[in-house]
């Protein structure tokens, strides 16, 4: 067989293994749920006091419950007594916690779908901080791609607006501004793989030295992005059509149906952090069944350190191979070694 | 043989009278002339459409219809507010203007326009054109140019006519303020130089100003356009002729009697939609010229006109004319969109136009129709007076929409969203409503928002307020007079007002004062709402039991803004009795008790929603019991929102 042909055949399933890592361990995607959850609330909390405050004793709030009337929520933006958008750095500042949060603890979710198995509490924040201030450095790193991303997008809407004036179709402004956002979409995509490998390299192989490892992680990523490319952008299509199947559903909901409606908008705020972790997961689980071919720069786990030969003793025929077994590898899961 | 001639003959009659026919301004019942026309224009124009000009020469008799002898004549030269150092880009710079996006990064030198008036020759008195210079009435901008004044040598007696011969170059800005071009699209709107009125005893005749429009008297148009053969052409009036000149352009003729103002449009693009609106004085086309692009609102256009016209006709009075033509402005040419000429406006839309939205094109072609009453017919005087026009047109707006559409979903329906077209005026007019009073001349507003909020927004809203005192269909019948009336004429405020007060049949001055002269805000509270238990001392009263405990019901009603209005407030018990009681709001406040085996459940004042000028809401009504459930609604979207932006964000950690 082929290199080719057999990583092709490990490539297989990658994407069930993902997921099958993410339901194995699910309290992970249960515990950023609640954190989301009740990060969010705490940053919409000044906003429904200031409504408790005008509605809760009002008649006024009734078109707003048996549909949603606009005039009337415009009129909660407008009257000062209401001033609904005043507390909005409240949910400002709940989603930069809640990206510190996620970046503390992306070392601790690698961690334990690297070793697939529970993690105590310790263990998990230990690994957290272990590797948080190498995934700061990463996070800051990766600015410098988002921010070439967002400067072509800026490039897109301009060439857009640029060749729309000038063409007698309305639309054709807009396909080019489609197809634009589409390829820096994707681009964006790969950027995230990229990162996502070099935190995953880091943690597999535990690299001190960031920007090293990006750029070995760029190269791996490249020489694997028919692969790993196709992972994430299924997973991100689940995420994409989640999303859109349940607004057209809420969209459809009566508007009186408020418990369903809370059902339903939660369901998809899963469904985006699920998809999330999942390409995580995938990630993960790629890294491990090729890591045999990614030496590390700071720890070389991959090759096993020389074992110096004892004449095996006649009592202990078995001992040489026990003593292999010890060599701990990278790795801690279920999943076969790196061949 | 003399048979023949005969048959012949006839048939060359009829072919002539039905040639007429089609030509006719007018609806097949109406014969002309409807108003007293003061001007009679004839332009010919030619369009270079590579260097967006319009090279002219223009006809105007001026029948000297005042009473006065006129030794002096202003005109309008509207093109030239498009210079950096105009008082309207001046104005715009400073307050704002919704027709243009030009100014935040600087004058873009694609917004110059002008008109260059190259000769003025006044028949048996020779050239003037040494005489011409410019005015600045309102603001004495030396480097305004939009009014320019020609001194006679002898003036034109009472009932006498004068003859101006004007030879003048249109240059068109990029599309800005109703005028200009794009690509190949051009909307040719004030582009001709246009005389003042003489109204009230001397002449009327305003610098161009950001936050107004015009005034005009009317006339008859004869117009001819030449331009390459390929464009397609929509006018003021109805086509009368279109000649190949055999050398790649056309020359296209229009007529229009009793209108005030001639704008055309052109675009080799265009393509051109037909239907007829039976009215009650007969069938009137409507004729859209559209784009490719825009075929999805294609039917939304000819439908919404359908409607708009059907209910003015049933509600107001007849449209007169033989057609109307609906300009659907190109993509990128949105300050074109939503304008009035007299039978002819431009609307606007976009290919993705859910139909859920009735803003576009539905709301703008409905609003755009409307000024055929209140600014083409009923000419009031834009420049002092807008919201005679812009206001009683977003009062009919609401009216026509509603009734079209949906009370509640005349604006929008779509995603479980609504909003009706009373609640958009009402959202305008809220946000400034103490800034200026309807009566001040608009283009002496305090801001674009003030503007706009007051002269469209408060007047639609002072008109839905004031069903609440006279009803909604003395009101109809009060507007329904006043077009009968002043159409075809230029009417004040006061005849608006005084026309009201008549068909309502009682003196409605305590609402004029705060509403049209005034800056009085309305905003009516209940202060308090709860019930005690009669027998609250005796320490021995038994426990309380519905409907055998006696209670005392107090309400407050509150006076708090400065506007004294009529108004009721429903309070609702326990035990299913709902009382209304109605207060003069003349004192600040006003208490209510009750003693009564039942507490109080709500008070809600205006429980009918009619008192559209309240500008809270919220303070309108007290119920007892916690009313949780927009709030809930509220916080849920407002925290799902906050979770997908923090997940979103995640996305970069």
């Known amino acids: 067989m082929t290199l080719e042909t057999t990583m092709a055949d490990d490539n297989k399933g990658l994407v069930a293994a993902g997921a099958s890592l993410v339901w194995r361990r699910q309290r992970i995607l249960w515990w950023v749920f609640a954190v989301n959850f009740i990060l969010s609330a705490l940053g919409t909390a000044p906003t429904r006091n200031q409504l408790q405050e005008v509605l809760g004793h009002s008649l006024a709030g009734q078109p707003l419950t048996k549909g949603f009337d606009l005039g009337m929520f415009f009129e909660l933006v407008r009257v000062p007594e209401s001033n609904l958008f005043a507390s909005h750095g409240a949910s400002l500042h709940a989603g930069i916690l809640f990206f510190l949060f996620m970046l503390f603890v992306t070392g601790g979710i690698l961690t334990v779908y690297r070793e697939d198995r529970k993690l105590q509490t310790g263990e998990f924040f230990g690994a957290s901080g272990a590797f948080f201030w190498r995934f700061v450095r990463l996070a800051l790193f990766s600015l410098i791609p988002f921010v070439f991303l967002g400067l072509a997008f800026w490039g897109v809407n301009r060439l857009s607006g640029y060749i729309g004036d000038r063409s007698v179709s309305a639309q054709a402004g807009f396909y080019i501004f489609l197809a634009g956002a589409l390829l820096i979409t994707l681009l964006a995509l790969f950027v995230r793989l990229w990162f996502d490998i070099a935190q995953v390299r880091a943690v597999v192989q535990d690299e001190h030295k960031m920007w090293p490892n990006l750029w070995k992680a760029l190269g791996i990523s490249w020489r694997n992005v028919a692969a790993l490319f196709r992972v994430y952008l299924c997973i991100s299509g689940v995420a994409w059509v989640t999303l859109a199947v349940g607004l057209f559903i809420w969209a459809k909901l009566p508007p009186t149906a408020a418990p369903v409606t809370f059902v339903l908008l939660e369901f998809i705020i899963v469904m985006q952090l699920l998809t999330r972790l999942w390409q995580r997961a995938s990630s993960v689980t790629w890294y491990k069944r090729h890591a045999a071919m990614f030496p590390s720069d700071s720890v070389d786990c991959t090759t096993p350190a020389p074992v110096e030969l004892v004449e095996p003793l006649p009592d202990s025929a078995e001992r040489g191979s026990t003593q292999e077994a010890e060599v701990e590898p990278p790795w801690n899961g279920s999943d076969a070694p790196p061949q | 043989m003399q048979a023949g001639k005969l048959v012949l003959a006839f048939a060359a009659v009829v072919v002539v009278a039905a040639a007429m026919q089609g ?47 006129l030794d002096h004549f202003p005109f309008h030269l509207y093109l030239n507010a498009f210079q950096p150092n105009s008082t309207w880009v001046r104005e715009a710079h400073r307050d704002g203007n919704f027709r243009t996006s030009t100014f935040h990064r600087g004058w873009d030198t694609r917004r110059n326009g002008s008109n260059d008036v190259i000769s003025l020759e006044v028949v048996g008195m020779g050239d003037l054109t040494k005489q011409i210079r410019f005015l600045s009435p309102d603001d004495g901008n030396p480097d305004d140019k939009t009014v320019m004044e020609v001194a006679l040598p002898r003036p034109v007696e009472p009932g006498q006519d004068i003859t101006f011969k004007i030879k003048f170059r249109a240059t068109f800005p990029e599309v800005v303020a109703r005028t200009g071009y794009r690509r190949t699209f051009l909307l040719a709107g004030q582009w001709f130089p246009k005389v003042g009125v003489f109204w009230n005893g001397s002449w009327n005749c305003h610098q161009f100003h950001a936050m107004t429009e015009f005034f005009a008297d009317f006339g008859t148009y004869d117009v001819k356009i030449t331009l390459p ?134 709301t703008v072609t409905e609003h755009e129709f409307g000024h055929q009453y209140w600014y083409g017919m009923v000419a009031t005087n834009e420049f002092e007076s807008a919201w005679l026009d812009e206001g009683i047109n977003s009062y009919t707006e609401a009216k026509v929409m509603d009734s079209l559409f949906g009370k509640n979903t005349s604006v929008l329906n779509w995603m479980g969203a609504q909003m009706g077209n009373s609640a958009l005026q009402r959202m305008s007019y809220i946000g400034v409503a103490e800034t200026d009073p309807l009566s001040r001349p608009s283009y002496q507003d305090m801001s674009i928002g003030s503007y706009s909020g007051i002269t469209y927004g408060k007047t639609a809203t002072m008109l839905l307020t004031l069903e609440a005192v006279v009803g909604q269909e003395t009101l109809q019948k009060a507007l329904h007079a006043y077009f009968m009336k002043f159409r075809f004429s230029h009417p004040t405020q006061e005849d608006l007002l005084r026309t009201v007060n008549e068909v309502a049949g009682q003196d409605l001055g305590w609402y004029w004062q705060q509403a049209v002269y005034g800056t009085q805000v309305l905003d009516y509270n209940v202060r308090r709402a709860d019930s005690a238990r009669v027998d609250w001392a005796n320490k021995e009263a038994p426990d309380e039991k519905k409907g055998e405990t006696l209670y005392q019901t107090t309400i407050l009603l509150q006076r708090l803004g400065d506007f004294v209005f009529p108004v009721v407030a429903e309070i609702k018990f326990d035990n299913g009795e709902t009382i209304r009681e109605k207060w003069d709001g003349q004192d600040r406040w006003k208490r209510y008790v009750y003693l009564k085996k039942a507490s109080v459940l709500s008070v809600e004042i205006d429980p009918d929603h009619q008192v559209k000028m309240d500008r809270n809401y919220l303070n309108n009504s007290i119920a007892t019991e916690p009313q949780r459930g927009a709030t809930q609604k509220i916080a849920t979207y407002w925290l799902i929102c906050t979770q997908f932006f923090a997940q979103m964000l995640s996305w970069l950690a």
């Open chain 2, 23 to 69: 030509q006719s301004p007018f609806a097949p019942k109406v014969t002309g002339p409807l108003s007293q026309r003061v001007v009679a224009y004839q332009i010919d124009a030619r369009y270079l459409p590579e260097k967006h000009v319009v090279e002219a020469t223009e006809t105007l008799i001026y029948h000297n219809l005042t009473g006065k002898p």
């Open chain 2, 229 to 362: 053969k390929d464009y397609i052409i929509g006018a003021t009036g109805v086509q009368t002729s279109d000649a190949d000149n055999g050398n790649g352009t056309k020359t296209v003729a229009f007529h229009a009697e009793d209108v005030h103002d001639f704008a055309w449009s052109a675009d080799p693009n265009f393509k051109v939609l037909e239907s007829q609106f039976n009215g009650s004085v007969g069938d009137v086309k409507i004729r859209l010229l559209s784009y490719d692009s825009h075929r999805s609102s294609w039917q939304r256009y000819l439908d919404v006109m359908q409607g708009t016209m059907q209910r003015f006709d049933e509600w107001y009075g007849p449209y007169p004319y033989a057609q109307i033509t609906v300009v659907d402005p190109p993509h990128g040419a949105m300050e074109a969109g939503g304008m009035e000429y007299p039978t002819f406006i431009t609307g606007d839309t976009t290919w993705w136009a859910p139909k859920g939205q009735k803003l576009f094109p539905e």
